[in-house]
C-alpha cells in the first residue's frame, strides 16, 4: 500500500511540474524556455572573456570604441535588471556587462555572469579614488591584490587592542590585519593626549569564501585577494603607456600612465576624505580604492575564474584641498583612460 502511495505521488509532482511548465513556459526554476535557449545559443560560441563595468559613463566609450563589434544575432540579453552585450573586442568574444554602483550589485552581477555564461576570464574595469600621493590622476593602476575594507568587527566603547573582539573565540572575527582607531584622528586632546572616541575602533576583516571546488559550507577566509598571475605579467606589457591628459582646456601636468600596484581595496564608500586616504595607503598599501572591484575579485576566486582590474584614477581621494573635487573634472578622461588600457590589455592577452 505505501509502496503505490510513494508511486501515486511520484505521479502528480510530475504531471503538475508538466502542466505548470507548458503553462508558463518556464524551465529551470526562474529561467523561462525561451531564454534558456537564448543562453544556450550564446553559449555555443563560447567561452567568452566576462567584461565587468560599474557604470554606464565607463561602459559606454567602449561600446561606442570602434573595436566592439556587436553580434548580428543575439546582440544582448536582459535578465533579472542585467543587460549582458555579446560581441567581440580587439576580435575576442566577449560579454559586457554593467554591475551599478557598489559591493552587492558587483558580487550579484559577477555571479550571474559565471552561472549563465561560458567565461574563460574576467576583466574589470572602471575609475577609481587615489590613495598613493605619488600618483597622479588620469594614470591607470592595475593592482596585484585586491581587499573588501568594509568587512568590520566594532569594538565596543572601552575596550582596547588587547582585549578580545566579540566572537573572536570562535574564529568568526580576528585582530590579526589590524585595526583604526578614531581618537587618532581628532582636533581636540587634553595634556597633549588624544581625547578618547565613544566611536572607539574598527578592526578589519577578511571575507568568508566557499570555494566552488570545496565542501559545502565549510569556510575559508580571504582578505587580500590576487588577480589572476598570467593576467598580471600579461599586464606588465602596457607598463609606460600613456594616455590623453587634457579635458577641454584644463591639462594634468603630465601624461597619465598605466602602471602595476601592489594593493587596491573596495568598500561601499565613496572616499573623499584625506584623513582616512592617507590612513589606507600607510596602513596597507593601497593605491586606487573604489566599490565595485574587490566583490568581483571575491566571487571569480569562490569560482576559480582568471580575474583581473584595470582602475584609472579620477582623484585624489579627499583632493588636494579641502574645497574641490577633481572627480568632477577628471572622471571621463580616467573612464577613457582605463577603456584605452583595457583594449591594449586585451590584445596582448589574446594575440
Known amino acids: ?74 546582440p544582448y540579453l536582459d535578465y533579472f535588471g542585467k543587460r549582458f552585450r555579446f560581441g567581440k573586442v580587439e576580435n575576442e568574444r566577449v560579454i559586457i556587462v554593467m554591475t551599478g554602483l557598489s559591493m552587492l550589485n558587483a558580487g550579484i552581477t559577477t555571479q550571474l555572469l559565471l552561472i549563465l555564461f561560458k567565461v574563460k576570464g574576467v576583466l574589470h574595469y572602471g575609475i577609481a579614488g587615489n590613495a598613493n600621493p605619488q600618483l597622479q590622476i588620469g594614470d591607470v593602476t592595475i593592482p596585484q591584490y585586491w581587499a573588501h575594507t568594509g568587512l568590520w568587527n566594532w569594538q565596543r566603547y572601552g575596550d582596547g587592542p588587547n582585549e578580545e573582539l566579540a566572537l573572536e573565540s570562535n574564529g568568526d572575527y580576528t585582530r590579526e590585519i589590524g585595526y583604526l582607531r578614531f581618537d587618532n584622528y581628532q582636533n581636540a586632546s587634553e595634556n597633549g593626549k588624544p581625547i578618547d572616541n565613544f566611536l572607539n575602533n574598527v578592526w578589519y576583516q577578511p571575507e568568508e569564501v566557499f570555494p566552488a571546488d570545496g565542501i559545502p559550507e565549510v569556510r575559508q577566509h580571504s582578505f587580500w585577494v590576487p588577480v589572476n598571475k598570467h593576467y598580471f605579467k600579461v599586464a606588465k606589457r602596457i607598463e609606460g603607456m600613456t594616455f590623453q591628459g587634457c579635458v577641454n582646456s584644463t591639462c594634468l601636468p603630465r601624461a597619465p600612465k598605466a602602471v602595476r600596484v601592489k594593493r587596491g581595496a573596495s568598500a561601499n564608500a565613496f572616499v573623499d576624505n584625506s584623513a582616512y586616504r592617507e590612513f589606507l595607503n600607510s596602513k596597507f598599501n593601497i593605491t586606487p580604492i573604489d566599490m565595485e572591484s574587490a566583490a568581483v575579485a571575491l566571487v571569480c576566486h569562490q569560482q576559480q575564474i582568471p580575474f583581473i582590474a584595470i582602475r584609472a584614477l579620477s582623484d585624489l581621494a579627499g583632493g588636494g584641498s579641502a574645497v574641490s573635487n577633481e572627480a568632477d573634472i577628471f572622471a571621463s578622461l580616467a573612464a577613457q583612460n582605463a577603456v584605452d588600457a583595457s583594449l591594449r590589455f586585451i590584445t596582448l592577452l589574446f594575440p
Not at 5 to 15: Q, T
Open 1 to 74: 500500500m505505501r509502496k503505490h502511495l510513494k508511486v501515486i505521488m511520484l505521479g502528480f509532482v510530475i504531471l503538475v511540474w508538466g502542466v505548470c511548465s507548458s503553462t508558463s513556459g518556464r524551465a529551470y526554476g526562474a529561467i523561462s524556455t525561451a531564454t534558456t535557449q537564448e543562453i544556450d545559443k550564446v553559449n555555443e560560441k563560447g567561452p567568452y572573456l566576462g567584461i565587468i563595468v560599474p557604470n554606464s559613463f565607463e561602459m559606454n566609450p567602449l561600446l561606442q570604441s570602434p573595436s566592439f563589434v556587436a553580434d548580428l544575432e543575439v
